[in-house]
């Protein structure tokens, strides 16, 4: 007990992050560099030659005759994207950070000996101490700060201190921070109309009200993920999956989860199992008096349906009539960055973090999200706010994004530990009601999705849906991130997709030859789900089932419960 208490005071230090994780990464990687003096010269002889280059670009720069820079920053990279930047000095401080980030980079990889493991970690954290130290997060040494102060006569500074102050007063009192009022729930997002026809102690279930006159037979029953709020799939009436789906025809039902409080500490994932999917899919069924219903996960929410189907295809229960799995993964060996520091060191400081309040705050896991895209989620948001002095326009999106959720002290663990740490699901050593299940159980159709700059679920990771299963797998790889990626409704702007099977002539094709053959399309991937649906429906068309019986009008309870 007094151990699991000092380590919880000590993770509101370190943001979560467990130092014995990051010390057993860093060790690895420092006693193998000792021992290899071969790289340790071939990094000498690297500094030399950026030295050399870094002199004779200046003296070029101070000829003015060639300004061929000797690094460029990555093509995502926006931090120097102002023409401020290629003038002097500011060019210099561009060219001296590109260099040393090119030296460190070669510093962490490549060290003989060092786990692959290790190796990731050591670099992306290299990568983070880096991206503070850039000469764009400083006044002096950011021509656009600087043109800015100079033009503002100072005002610039003087409102970022304002800000600054209203987000740190925020922080000690552990508020969030304001909805903005053009963006408030059940009155200008999640507003498609419906009722909550059911509720326990983890969903309430939102029926949506018909939008035609003849209706799709089988329902649609959409599970988003519990770290966020439903309403992503229902943002503003232009852009809300859900009224897309109604306005084709079909009848939509859609699990709202709780906000869960230390009183659901012990809750794990059998029961957002059994009260989320399954008792959400015995409702919708119950109601509609369909035999089959069409199931869609979306991100956590994806990861616990499969679960749910393959538990049901192990007990012979052949409800699902299909699939859709929206930036979802069943394994998780490639999982991205988000992977890098999920030890067993780090699951047991999680789980102490946790101990005090009985569930991971939302707070702490935004932050780990933010690091994997620091330099858009961190320090342009310091730049823009705090140096420019520029709030950031509001839209339904960041308003559903600072909307957050918390995650409880058993499910998360769970979740850390069988899914993240030891990839259980996927190797068919997931424990269900007795029974270890595995994604082979699963034959029902899937509909996959994923999303090019996914930092969440990497696309890659995504595609394994048609490896691990033995189902008909349409996969779409659209363009966009997690969550931009899937709101992508038609009439977007700059939107298209790839899509193909993932299987060609009973032979799995690896991800990088399925992205070379799948045929390129314009536009929204929803139109294509759509007809993907409709062509998985069985019978005709009927008139819309009775609503079931309302508990409260939609957006319903859960939702407002921050």
Known sequence: MIDTAYRATLSQLTAGLSPASLMQHYMDWALHMATSPGKQGQLGALAVQNWTDFSRYLLRCGLKHDHSPCAEPDAHDRRFRDAGWQKQPFNAYQQAFLLTQKWWEAAT???????SADEKAVNFTARQILDAMSPANFIATNPEIMKKTWDAKGGNLIEGARNFQEDFQRALMKEKAPIPEAYRVGETVA??????????HLIELIQYDPATDMVQPEPVLIVPAWIMKYYILDLSP?????????????TVFMISWRNPGAEDADLGMTEYRQ???????????????????HAVGYCLG??????????????????????????????????????LFINESEVSFLEDMMWKNGYLDAAQMAGAFQLLRSNDLIWSRLQHEYLLGERPESSD???WNADTTRMPYRMHSEY???????????????????????????????FAVGTETDHVAPWKSAYKTGELTRAEVTFVLTNGGHNAGVVSEPGHPHRHYRM???????????????????????GSWWLAWVDWLKAHQTGEQIKPPAMGKAICDAPGTYVMMR
């Open 416 to 446: 850390l530990r069988h899914l993240f740490l030891d990839n259980d699901f996927s190797t068919g050593r997931f424990e269900v009601e007795g029974h270890r299940l595995t994604p082979r159980e699963i034959r029902t159709p899937i």
């Open 302 to 339: 994806g990861t616990l349906l499969s679960i749910a189907a393959a538990s049901m295809a192990r007990q012979g229960d052949d409800r699902l009539a299909s699939m859709t799995l929206l930036a979802a993964q069943m394994d998780f060996s490639e999982a991205g960055e988000l992977t």
């Open 500 to 522: 193909g099977r993932a299987y060609a002539n009973h032979h799995f094709i690896p991800a990088g030859d399925w992205a070379e053959a799948a045929d390129h399309y314009e």
């Open 397 to 399: 999106l960041m308003a």
């Open 238 to 250: 232009e852009n809300s999956m859900v009224k897309y789906l109604t306005d084709q025809g079909f």
């Open 191 to 200: 507003v498609t109309p419906g009722k909550v026809v059911y509720r326990n």
């Open 275 to 293: 009260m989320g999917p399954m008792a959400a899919l015995d409702e919708v069924q119950r109601i509609t008096g369909a035999a089959r219903v």
């Open 109 to 115: 990889t490549g060290v003989r000996g060092v786990s």
